[in-house]
Protein backbone atom coordinates (compact mmCIF):
# COMPACT_ATOMS: atom_id res chain seq x y z
CA UNK A 1 0.00 0.00 0.00
CA UNK A 2 2.62 2.40 1.17
CA UNK A 3 4.71 2.01 -2.35
CA UNK A 4 1.39 2.47 -4.37
CA UNK A 5 0.10 5.18 -2.75
CA UNK A 6 3.75 6.93 -2.55
CA UNK A 7 4.10 6.52 -6.80
CA UNK A 8 0.44 8.23 -7.26
CA UNK A 9 2.07 11.09 -5.07
CA UNK A 10 4.80 11.18 -7.38
CA UNK A 11 2.88 11.40 -10.41
CA UNK A 12 0.79 13.69 -9.20
CA UNK A 13 2.91 16.20 -7.72
CA UNK A 14 4.66 16.40 -10.86
CA UNK A 15 1.43 16.71 -13.03
CA UNK A 16 1.08 19.75 -9.79
CA UNK A 17 4.10 21.55 -10.74
CA UNK A 18 3.79 20.55 -14.63
CA UNK A 19 2.42 23.93 -15.84
CA UNK A 20 4.91 25.95 -13.27
CA UNK A 21 8.22 27.33 -13.45
CA UNK A 22 10.76 29.36 -15.39
CA UNK A 23 12.39 29.07 -18.51
CA UNK A 24 15.23 31.40 -17.41
CA UNK A 25 16.91 28.72 -15.08
CA UNK A 26 14.80 29.67 -11.93
CA UNK A 27 16.07 33.64 -12.05
CA UNK A 28 12.78 35.82 -11.05
CA UNK A 29 11.88 38.09 -13.66
CA UNK A 30 11.58 41.82 -12.33
CA UNK A 31 8.75 43.19 -10.68
CA UNK A 32 5.86 44.33 -13.21
CA UNK A 33 6.59 47.90 -11.62
CA UNK A 34 10.14 47.74 -13.17
CA UNK A 35 9.57 45.53 -16.29
CA UNK A 36 8.09 46.98 -19.62
CA UNK A 37 4.86 45.62 -21.02
CA UNK A 38 5.42 42.42 -22.89
CA UNK A 39 5.37 42.77 -26.75
CA UNK A 40 3.53 39.95 -27.05
CA UNK A 41 0.90 37.03 -25.86
CA UNK A 42 3.71 34.48 -25.65
CA UNK A 43 6.20 36.48 -23.75
CA UNK A 44 3.36 37.99 -21.65
CA UNK A 45 2.82 34.33 -20.55
CA UNK A 46 6.44 33.11 -20.06
CA UNK A 47 6.83 36.09 -17.33
CA UNK A 48 3.98 35.77 -16.25
CA UNK A 49 4.65 32.39 -14.39
CA UNK A 50 7.98 33.38 -13.85
CA UNK A 51 6.27 36.41 -11.48
CA UNK A 52 3.89 33.59 -9.95
CA UNK A 53 6.69 31.81 -8.77
CA UNK A 54 9.09 34.66 -8.04
CA UNK A 55 7.57 34.54 -4.23
CA UNK A 56 5.19 32.08 -2.00
CA UNK A 57 2.27 30.99 -3.97
CA UNK A 58 -0.91 28.83 -3.36
CA UNK A 59 -1.93 26.48 -5.84
CA UNK A 60 -5.41 24.77 -6.41
CA UNK A 61 -5.30 21.96 -9.30
CA UNK A 62 -7.31 18.97 -10.30
CA UNK A 63 -5.63 16.72 -12.81
CA UNK A 64 -8.85 14.17 -14.44
CA UNK A 65 -7.98 11.31 -17.16
CA UNK A 66 -11.53 9.38 -17.98
CA UNK A 67 -13.18 8.08 -14.98
CA UNK A 68 -9.75 9.44 -12.63
CA UNK A 69 -9.34 12.63 -11.10
CA UNK A 70 -7.02 13.91 -8.04
CA UNK A 71 -7.10 17.52 -6.65
CA UNK A 72 -4.57 18.81 -4.31
CA UNK A 73 -3.96 21.97 -2.94
CA UNK A 74 -0.12 23.51 -2.58
CA UNK A 75 1.62 25.93 -0.82
CA UNK A 76 5.29 26.70 -2.00
CA UNK A 77 8.01 28.81 -1.27
CA UNK A 78 10.33 27.92 -4.24
CA UNK A 79 13.14 29.83 -2.86
CA UNK A 80 12.86 28.88 0.64
CA UNK A 81 11.77 25.26 -0.73
CA UNK A 82 9.39 24.97 1.40
CA UNK A 83 6.40 23.23 0.58
CA UNK A 84 2.97 21.67 1.80
CA UNK A 85 0.42 19.57 -0.31
CA UNK A 86 -2.87 18.09 0.88
CA UNK A 87 -5.51 16.41 -1.73
CA UNK A 88 -6.71 13.08 -2.63
CA UNK A 89 -5.09 10.53 -4.80
CA UNK A 90 -8.01 9.41 -4.81
CA UNK A 91 -6.51 8.41 -1.17
CA UNK A 92 -6.38 11.61 1.39
CA UNK A 93 -2.43 12.50 1.04
CA UNK A 94 -0.42 14.91 2.63
CA UNK A 95 3.26 15.92 1.37
CA UNK A 96 5.93 17.97 2.89
CA UNK A 97 9.78 19.99 1.55
CA UNK A 98 11.50 21.59 3.87
CA UNK A 99 14.74 21.92 1.91
CA UNK A 100 16.18 18.80 0.90
CA UNK A 101 13.51 16.50 3.09
CA UNK A 102 10.24 15.27 1.64
CA UNK A 103 7.68 14.26 4.17
CA UNK A 104 5.04 12.19 2.75
CA UNK A 105 1.74 10.49 4.57
CA UNK A 106 0.17 7.65 3.54
CA UNK A 107 -2.21 4.93 4.99
CA UNK A 108 -0.55 3.30 8.17
CA UNK A 109 -0.31 -0.50 7.21
CA UNK A 110 1.07 -3.58 9.76
CA UNK A 111 1.99 -0.78 12.09
CA UNK A 112 3.90 1.67 9.66
CA UNK A 113 4.22 4.58 11.17
CA UNK A 114 1.78 7.29 9.08
CA UNK A 115 4.63 9.25 7.70
CA UNK A 116 7.49 8.65 5.46
CA UNK A 117 10.73 10.60 5.06
CA UNK A 118 12.67 11.02 1.83
CA UNK A 119 16.58 12.69 1.48
CA UNK A 120 15.23 13.77 -1.85
CA UNK A 121 19.85 13.66 -2.46
CA UNK A 122 19.33 10.23 -2.46
CA UNK A 123 16.62 9.60 -5.14
CA UNK A 124 18.16 8.77 -8.29
CA UNK A 125 18.72 12.03 -11.23
CA UNK A 126 15.80 10.85 -13.09
CA UNK A 127 13.08 10.46 -10.44
CA UNK A 128 10.00 11.47 -11.07
CA UNK A 129 9.22 12.69 -7.17
CA UNK A 130 12.65 14.38 -7.23
CA UNK A 131 12.07 16.36 -9.93
CA UNK A 132 8.29 16.78 -8.85
CA UNK A 133 10.06 18.82 -6.13
CA UNK A 134 13.14 20.73 -7.45
CA UNK A 135 11.27 24.42 -8.41
CA UNK A 136 14.42 25.89 -10.11
CA UNK A 137 14.27 22.91 -12.80
CA UNK A 138 10.33 22.68 -13.12
CA UNK A 139 9.65 24.53 -17.12
CA UNK A 140 6.96 22.06 -17.81
CA UNK A 141 4.42 23.39 -20.53
CA UNK A 142 4.63 27.04 -19.85
CA UNK A 143 8.47 26.33 -21.27
CA UNK A 144 7.25 25.51 -24.31
CA UNK A 145 4.60 28.00 -25.55
CA UNK A 146 5.00 28.54 -29.48
CA UNK A 147 1.77 30.28 -29.90
CA UNK A 148 -0.95 32.48 -27.81
CA UNK A 149 -3.67 35.38 -28.30
CA UNK A 150 -5.10 38.03 -25.87
CA UNK A 151 -8.77 37.66 -25.99
CA UNK A 152 -9.08 40.43 -23.27
CA UNK A 153 -9.23 40.71 -19.41
CA UNK A 154 -5.88 39.24 -19.01
CA UNK A 155 -7.27 36.05 -20.52
CA UNK A 156 -5.31 34.00 -23.00
CA UNK A 157 -5.33 30.82 -25.16
CA UNK A 158 -2.93 29.37 -27.52
CA UNK A 159 -0.91 25.78 -27.97
CA UNK A 160 2.45 24.42 -26.69
CA UNK A 161 5.02 22.39 -28.05
CA UNK A 162 6.32 19.81 -25.71
CA UNK A 163 9.55 18.79 -27.51
CA UNK A 164 10.78 22.55 -27.60
CA UNK A 165 9.91 22.48 -23.75
CA UNK A 166 12.12 19.29 -23.46
CA UNK A 167 14.44 21.29 -25.14
CA UNK A 168 14.74 24.28 -22.60
CA UNK A 169 13.91 22.17 -19.48
CA UNK A 170 16.70 21.54 -16.72
CA UNK A 171 18.73 18.20 -16.86
CA UNK A 172 18.32 18.62 -13.06
CA UNK A 173 16.40 15.84 -11.52
CA UNK A 174 15.06 14.51 -14.78
CA UNK A 175 12.69 17.30 -15.89
CA UNK A 176 13.78 16.96 -19.25
CA UNK A 177 13.02 13.18 -19.04
CA UNK A 178 10.20 13.81 -17.80
CA UNK A 179 8.48 16.39 -20.54
CA UNK A 180 9.86 14.10 -23.21
CA UNK A 181 7.89 11.06 -21.48
CA UNK A 182 5.14 12.98 -21.96
CA UNK A 183 5.74 13.72 -25.28
CA UNK A 184 5.42 10.23 -26.18
CA UNK A 185 2.21 9.64 -24.88
CA UNK A 186 0.64 12.89 -26.60
CA UNK A 187 -1.15 12.38 -29.81
CA UNK A 188 0.70 15.67 -31.34
CA UNK A 189 2.91 16.74 -28.46
CA UNK A 190 3.71 19.79 -31.33
CA UNK A 191 0.13 21.52 -30.21
CA UNK A 192 -0.85 21.12 -27.21
CA UNK A 193 -3.88 23.20 -26.05
CA UNK A 194 -3.83 25.41 -23.19
CA UNK A 195 -5.64 29.03 -21.41
CA UNK A 196 -4.06 30.99 -19.01
CA UNK A 197 -5.31 33.98 -16.85
CA UNK A 198 -2.91 36.82 -16.55
CA UNK A 199 -4.00 39.40 -13.41
CA UNK A 200 -2.94 43.19 -13.08
CA UNK A 201 0.12 42.85 -11.36
CA UNK A 202 1.28 40.43 -14.32
CA UNK A 203 1.21 37.15 -12.59
CA UNK A 204 -0.12 33.76 -13.65
CA UNK A 205 -3.82 33.29 -11.81
CA UNK A 206 -5.09 30.12 -13.43
CA UNK A 207 -3.76 27.37 -16.19
CA UNK A 208 -5.46 24.67 -17.84
CA UNK A 209 -4.38 22.71 -20.73
CA UNK A 210 -5.22 18.89 -22.41
CA UNK A 211 -3.47 16.75 -23.40
CA UNK A 212 -4.84 14.27 -26.16
CA UNK A 213 -2.98 10.50 -25.45
CA UNK A 214 -2.33 7.94 -28.03
CA UNK A 215 -4.04 5.36 -25.57
CA UNK A 216 -5.18 6.52 -22.23
CA UNK A 217 -7.28 9.40 -23.54
CA UNK A 218 -7.60 13.09 -22.63
CA UNK A 219 -5.41 14.26 -19.31
CA UNK A 220 -6.48 17.42 -18.47
CA UNK A 221 -5.13 19.54 -15.92
CA UNK A 222 -6.12 22.93 -14.51
CA UNK A 223 -4.64 25.10 -11.77
CA UNK A 224 -5.20 28.00 -10.11
CA UNK A 225 -3.00 30.02 -8.38
CA UNK A 226 -3.39 32.84 -5.02
CA UNK A 227 -2.12 33.94 -2.02
CA UNK A 228 0.75 36.19 -3.21
CA UNK A 229 3.68 36.30 -1.42
CA UNK A 230 1.90 35.13 1.82
CA UNK A 231 4.21 33.48 4.20
CA UNK A 232 5.13 30.32 4.78
CA UNK A 233 5.54 27.90 7.60
CA UNK A 234 5.88 23.82 7.19
CA UNK A 235 7.22 21.90 9.55
CA UNK A 236 8.39 18.55 10.09
CA UNK A 237 6.23 15.78 11.43
CA UNK A 238 6.65 14.08 14.88
CA UNK A 239 9.51 12.33 15.21
CA UNK A 240 7.17 9.65 16.74
CA UNK A 241 4.99 9.44 13.59
CA UNK A 242 8.24 9.49 11.09
CA UNK A 243 10.26 6.47 9.26
CA UNK A 244 12.95 6.79 7.02
CA UNK A 245 12.64 5.33 3.62
CA UNK A 246 13.92 2.51 3.25
CA UNK A 247 17.04 1.55 0.90
CA UNK A 248 14.56 -0.49 -1.05
CA UNK A 249 11.65 2.42 -1.78
CA UNK A 250 14.79 4.97 -2.89
CA UNK A 251 15.27 2.34 -5.87
CA UNK A 252 11.79 2.47 -6.46
CA UNK A 253 11.34 6.12 -6.72
Do not use: H
Not at 156 to 167: I, P
Not at 176 to 196: C, M, N, T, V, Y
Amino acid sequence: MRRRLTAVLSITLAALLAGCGSNSGGSATPSPTTSPTPADPVTAIKQAMDRTLSGPVTMDASVKAGPASVTLTGKVDPAARLLLITGTTPEPMEARLIGDAAYIKTESSDGDKPWMKLDLTKLRPNSSLRQSFDFQSQTGIVGGVVSAEALGEGRYRGTADLDKAAEVASTNAGMRDGIQSSAKLAKDPKAIPFEATVDGEGRMTALSYTVATKTMGDIVTEMKMSGFGERLAVTAPPAGDTEEASEEMYAFL
